[in-house]
């Protein structure tokens, strides 16, 4: 797509964008080129996927094996009382292509590990939106190997926290050297809105990279905590 291409529909959609001068009709357009693979499809994964679907995102691939549960509702936001028991990735899917039918998207129900980590290569970006420190330090080192973009995020209770790893940038195993045993929200629990500030961030560090607009948080580790309403960037560098 070029600016003698782009229709009055396209230019009504993203007229917010397209209004941006660190966007606009060309950084719009690599986000339309652009791929995305979310590894997760709950609490963080949801709000991901909703943003990039709704910015214009050409392709979005989301692995997860997991089905809707009752316990999700509360804050996995794509989700309803009736899709309880439906698989995450068909549902999630059917919801982004309601958003924006020119979204390609993948719907891969299957776990992310060492059967499906060469799925990362077919995408410009790799979202970490899973749920346990297992998966998080193995997103981090499929990344690292293969050399691809990953936006990590975790959390826990009322706080979370952001980074973007590029290769030859400081990696999730270089902030949290030590192994951890695997938990998930299950086990600690976690305000609802809280993946949904984390979520947003990584949709926006995604946006930043594919545009190749503004700073990133590599070397950078951006912290919240809902409760004392704390919001920080620690340099990492």
Do not use: W
């Not at 209004?19 to 994964?45: D, F, H, K």
């Not at 799925?119 to 990344?143: E, G, M, P």
């Not at 930043?208 to 704390?230: E, H, P, V, Y």
């Amino acid at each position: 797509m070029n600016s003698t291409t782009i229709s009055d529909d396209y230019r009504e959609r993203y007229k917010r964008h397209l209004m941006l001068p660190e966007l606009g009709e060309e950084g719009q357009q690599r986000l339309q080129r652009g791929s995305v693979l979310i590894v997760g499809a709950g609490g963080l994964g949801c709000p991901v996927a909703i943003y990039l679907a709704a910015a214009g995102v050409g392709r979005i691939g989301i692995i997860d094996f997991d089905k809707v549960d009752t316990s999700n509702l509360q804050r996995q936001i794509a989700y309803t009382e009736a899709e309880v028991g439906e698989p995450k990735v068909e549902m999630l899917s059917r919801r982004l292509r309601a958003m924006n039918s020119a979204l390609q998207v993948d719907a891969i129900a299957r776990r992310f590990d060492a059967d499906t980590a060469e799925l990362v290569d077919n995408y410009d970006v790799i979202i970490d939106a899973s749920d346990n420190l297992a998966t998080k330090y193995f997103c981090n080192d499929v990344c690292v190997e293969h050399r691809l973009p990953l936006v990590h995020a975790s959390i826990n209770q009322f706080t979370g926290n952001v980074m973007t790893i590029l290769p030859g940038t400081v990696t999730l195993r270089d902030v949290f050297p030590e192994a951890i045993e695997a938990r998930s929200s299950a086990t600690f629990g976690v305000l609802g809105v809280i993946p949904g500030i984390a979520g947003t961030v990584q949709a926006a560090e995604a946006i930043k990279l594919l545009a190749g607009i503004g700073d990133l948080l590599t070397n950078r580790l951006f912290t919240f905590d809902a409760l004392s309403m704390q919001f920080n960037v620690v340099d990492l560098g």
